[in-house]
């Protein structure tokens, strides 16, 4: 099974060239602002619960199906977009994140036993974290030691987690779990589906049996740990509606139009199901049937900001750049600070190419870019918008962070050298230049 869903989702990825970067690589982070708002809310009384600042951690979609989720610092949970397709409930999902954030908040970061995919991406988004902290403090030595820092946590990585962090962190996650009103039991059931990977071939196991060893011993434990817990009260609707919303739409995306279709029964009219009937007729394509999905959907939830921006995605995606632009507008206008809607509207303004609109959408992407400097498709459309602009070093600029993000550090460097070149000396825009030459040398050091 496993495999066969590899297969279907990399069959389907490659005629989709919107949620991953368009250069489609395998460790790309899958960014979408429905599904993130989706997981941050599964994650947000997980992280209160852990007494972690449930704000200051996020949690973002790997474009992976093997079935993985890691760590490498205080910052973000990474989750493998295949391990999100086979959770069978938001308590299932939450087990995984209350693991995960138990691992944070015991301060260990992998050490063993991950693969190198995940080495890559932790090095790539710390890359950009160390340039964007550097920027923020106008300090351009601080982001590249950030980023070295950011380095040694991705060798980390690499080697995974010892025994007995392992143990530490599922109590832990436990205990969270109950805190949050979570049924700690979920943990045991998502160790059994793990447990099936046990039997697959070394090559075939995937990632997280390897990093996360499984025995007997830590299911009984576990199983053990469960039952002497007591769950606070809580509603568990929300939870399921979340995750319902975020595994469709993650799915949607992924697999074929026949698949999803065929998979959502006729009568079910839930918001999941509409969700994924748009985005399956979407790709049929059948933009009208896509259309009088989403129309019910909004008919339902006006002010929901998050499907507003999959109204935006799906015209613009369909070429239909004035609707587009009046979704992305509302969206906008319901969450001003998310950035991944605030990047798709001034998507949608480039694509109308003219003066007026290229200074609203540089205005708006520039916006974004300050609140998300993790999304390569904002940074691919903002240099965009530059050019367009004759700022040619602020354009080399954004294209140089892009691929410091991407983890193509020989192209990282190359722009930002070029944009060092273009831009005034001592400039803030220069020294953000500096600090990806700064972390591509470390790199080479590495
Ligand atoms: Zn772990």
Redesign the pocket.
């Known amino acids: 099974m496993p495999t066969r869903l590899r297969q279907t989702a990399m069959g389907v990825l490659i005629g989709l060239t919107v949620m991953a970067a368009p250069l489609a690589r395998a460790e790309s982070l899958l960014r979408d602002a429905g599904v993130e708002h989706a997981l941050n809310n599964l994650a947000r009384p997980l992280l209160t619960a852990a007494g972690l600042p449930a704000n200051r951690t996020q949690v973002y979609v790997v474009n992976d199906t093997s079935l993985n989720a890691y760590v490498v610092n205080s910052r973000a949970i990474f989750i493998n977009a295949g391990l999100i397709l086979r959770m069978q409930s938001a308590a299932q999902l939450q087990s995984v994140i209350a693991?995960e954030t138990a691992?944070i908040a015991n301060g260990h970061f992998a050490r063993r036993g991950l693969n190198a995919q995940a080495a890559r991406n932790a090095t790539a988004v710390g890359i950009a974290l160390g340039v964007a902290a550097g920027a923020a403090a106008g300090n351009p030595g601080a982001g590249a030691g950030i980023a070295l820092g950011a380095q040694n946590s991705a060798r980390r990585v690499f080697y995974g987690?010892t025994r007995e962090e392992?143990t530490a962190?599922d109590k832990s996650g436990l205990r969270f779990m109950a805190r949050a009103g979570v049924d700690p039991h979920a943990l045991a059931e998502v160790l059994t589906i793990f447990e099936g990977q046990e039997d697959m071939l070394p090559g075939r196991k995937d990632p997280y049996a390897q990093s996360?060893p499984m025995s007997r011993d830590r299911l009984r434990a576990v199983a053990l740990t469960a039952d002497a817990l007591t769950p606070a009260d809580s509603d568990r609707e929300d939870a399921e509606y979340w995750f319902a919303r975020a595994k469709m739409k993650l799915s949607a995306y992924l697999r074929s139009p026949s698949y999803t279709l065929t998979r959502i029964k006729a009568k079910d009219q839930s918001d999941a199901a509409l969700i994924g009937r748009a985005l399956a007729y979407f790709k049929t394509p059948d933009l009208g049937a896509a259309r009088a999905q989403m129309d019910a959907l909004l008919a339902r939830h006006p002010d929901d900001a998050y499907l507003q921006e999959l109204s935006g995605w799906i015209e613009l995606e369909s070429g239909q750049v004035a609707p587009a632009i009046a979704a992305y507008a509302r969206a906008a206008e319901l969450a001003p600070k998310e950035p991944l809607i605030l990047a798709g509207y001034g998507r949608a303004l480039l694509a109308e190419n003219n003066r007026d609109a290229d200074a609203r959408a540089l205005e708006i992407l520039e916006k974004a870019r300050d609140r998300d400097r993790y999304d390569s498709r904002l940074l691919r459309d903002l240099s965009v918008a530059y050019a367009r602009a004759g700022k040619d070093g602020l354009a080399s600029l954004a294209t140089a962070e892009r691929y410091a993000l991407q983890g193509q550090m020989n192209d990282a460097a190359l722009h930002a050298q070029r944009a060092a070149g273009r831009l005034p000396t001592g400039s803030p825009a220069w020294a953000r230049a500096q600090d990806v030459i700064r972390a591509t040398e470390q790199n080479q050091r590495r």
């Open positions: 693991h691992h987690h392992e962190a996360h």
